[in-house]
Every structure is written in C-alpha cells, then in structure tokens.
C-alpha cells in the first residue's frame, strides 16, 4: 500500500466527543497514484493515514483539544492532512503567538547573516539577554509601531542586568531587537512588520495591527506556515543550517534558567525555537525544532530536516498549556501515521 504519491484532506465531523463520524472524505490529489483508478483513490486510505486519523480522533492526548488541523509533509510539500471537527481547515488563519518567534528569528538571520551575528544579537534570540517585557499585550492598537510597543505603554521592556547570561522565556528580548532594527514599522501598510519579513521569508503571511508584538503577535494558517517550514528543511534559509546553534538549556530547574514554560523533560533554546529531544539509553537526545503558541498553534520539524508538522488551533481561553496539549497530541498523531498502529 502506497504511503506517498498523492496528498490526502481528510475532513472529520460529527459526533467526535463520542467517538462516531458523520462525513466522508475529500482529497486535494496533486498526481494521480499510478496503479490505483482515479475514482478508487479519493476514497482509500493507507493504513498509515487510518492509522493518524483514528488516532486524531480516540487518542487521550487529542481527543480533549476541540476541533484541529493536523498535516504532515517534507520538502515537496503535504502528505497527509486532517481536519477533525469543523471550522479548521488548513487555510483558516488564526493568532498563532509564540510561533510567531520562529518566523521573526528566521527573517533576522536572513537579513543579517548568521555570520554577522554579534554576541549581543545571539542573546537576545536565544532569551538571555537580560531584557524582559512587563505586560502580554499584543500592541494591536492600529497605528502603533514596534518601537511604541516596546515602551511603557505597551510592553514596558526593560533590562535586567541580573539577568544577562541567564535563560528567561520573554517576548522582550526579541522586542528590543525589533526596536533596534525595525522600531519604526507598523502592523499594516507598506511599511508593516510583515512586509518586511514576507520579502525575506517569501512568504504571503497576512498583516495584523498586532504585528509589532514580534515574539507573539503574528496570525496565520497552517498553508501560510508550511511554505515557511518546507524552505527551512529545503536549506533555504540562513537559519536552515543553524537550528541547533547558540543553544541553552531551558528545562525547569536547568543551569542558568531563571523561567521557562517547558514542563515536560528536558529542552534547549536555540534562536527563536525550542529544541525537543528524549532519553535514548539514559542519554538525551534531540528529536526536532519547534515554535509553540500559547493558543496551541505547533509548528515541528525533524532532528534530520526532512520532515515538518504542524497542529493548527486556536484556544484564547486563557487557559495554561495549550501549546503543550498540542506538542503531545501532534506527536502521538506522528507516531501512529509513522507505524501505521493507531496510538492511546
């Protein structure tokens, strides 16, 4: 049974809370499969992709997330999509907010060259600069610019110098480059935040007021963000080669973490991203990159970068854990479609 060779939008309504499904299936086909029949091929599916679809749908980890898009591809592009419930498709935009880091990092790096990085730049991407913002808001007033979301009517970020040197999970490190570089951007217009980075990118992510908040303000949709994960592991990006460089470690209790969201294990802290890893024989070891947002927007890619994934939702309930409830769930999602085994 073929794993590649078509792209597979599998659609799940119904009553998901009790386990049954009431809709059938659509499939964007890019190339028809060469030993199937057209008609036969927009209905079956491998037992990789049943195998993430019931896992989408029964696995513990997922099954309390509300409704979610899920795909997984390389650098050709999709593989295999699901959209479980309705109202998110791979197309819906949403706030995405710390993933937001990833892409910000990756439009730096390019602007600059990694080469040109000074010691100062690295810091300030890699959370350990000593500047720190006081207040969330996203400066989504229309109008402001990065520069005045910086300042006390926005984030009020401030230097910390206890703080240099240590690791500090905060959106003003990322601010304060911003200030520096871009400070007089706006969210909108021809002169926004996210002109800038869409020409570095090439991207066609859409403007927001909330842009100036660089570490966390951005909005988007899984097909928007894609594009950004396939350059990366295609190397075409500065930042492509250097996921795993200038890291620190960033796990609760680790050396030199002041405060860090991670809960789960051990993690490192590379520029704009976190480095994931597990305990292979006692010794740690890294399994990928990622950008989660705090309303559960996850973006992934391999250890290896030949492989992406991303988990689409957005849940402002103020709820805490969101982007770890969708690290999980997508990386159990992964495991089934890998093994083709359907995961608890």
């Known amino acids: 049974m073929k794993r590649y060779g078509r792209t597979n939008l599998i659609w799940v309504c119904g009553l998901l809370a009790l386990g049954s499904i009431g809709c059938g299936a659509t499939e964007d086909a890019l190339e028809p499969v060469a030993d199937e029949p057209w008609g036969m091929s927009r209905a079956a599916l491998t037992v990789y992709e049943q195998a993430a679809l019931d896992t989408a749908n029964h696995s513990a980890h997922c099954h309390l997330l509300g409704n ?144 100036v908040a660089v570490a966390g303000g951005f909005s988007g949709s899984a097909a928007h963000y894609r594009v950004f994960l396939m350059k990366l592991i295609n ?38 991203h976190w480095i994931e890893g597990e305990a292979v024989n006692g010794v740690w070891t890294l399994t990928g990159h990622s950008s989660p947002g705090a309303y559960g927007f996850y973006p992934w890619v391999n250890a290896a970068r030949t492989q992406y994934m991303l988990l689409a939702r957005s849940r402002q309930l103020g709820a805490d854990g969101e982007g770890e409830k969708s690290r999980a769930c997508a990386q159990t999602i992964r495991k089934a479609y890998e093994l083709g085994v359907p995961q608890p």
Request: charged content about 15%; aromatic content about 12%.
């Open 235 to 272: 190397n075409q990006y500065e930042l492509s080669s250097k996921l795993a460089v200038d890291s620190v470690p960033a796990w609760q209790g680790g050396p030199n973490v002041s405060f860090t969201p991670w809960t789960v294990g051990q993690a490192y802290y590379g520029l704009g």
């Open 68 to 211: 979610f898009y899920w795909e997984i591809g390389n650098g050709a592009g999709l593989l295999y999509g699901i959209s479980r419930g309705s109202g998110v498709s791979a197309t819906t935009v949403m706030p995405i907010a710390s993933a937001s880091k990833w892409l910000y990092v990756g439009a730096y790096v390019q602007s600059r060259g990694y080469a040109n990085l000074s010691t100062d730049e690295k810091k300030r991407l890699n959370f350990t600069s000593g500047y720190i913002d006081e207040n969330t808001t996203l400066c989504g007033d229309a109008g402001t610019t990065v520069s005045d979301c910086y300042g006390p009517a926005y984030k009020n970020v401030s230097y910390r110098p206890l703080q240099n040197g240590r690791y500090f999970y905060n959106g003003g490190h990322m601010q304060k480059l911003a200030l520096d570089d871009i400070g007089a951007r706006k969210g909108t217009g021809v002169a926004s935040v996210m002109d800038w980075i869409n020409a570095l990118l090439s991207t066609t992510l859409p403007e927001s007021d909330s842009d």
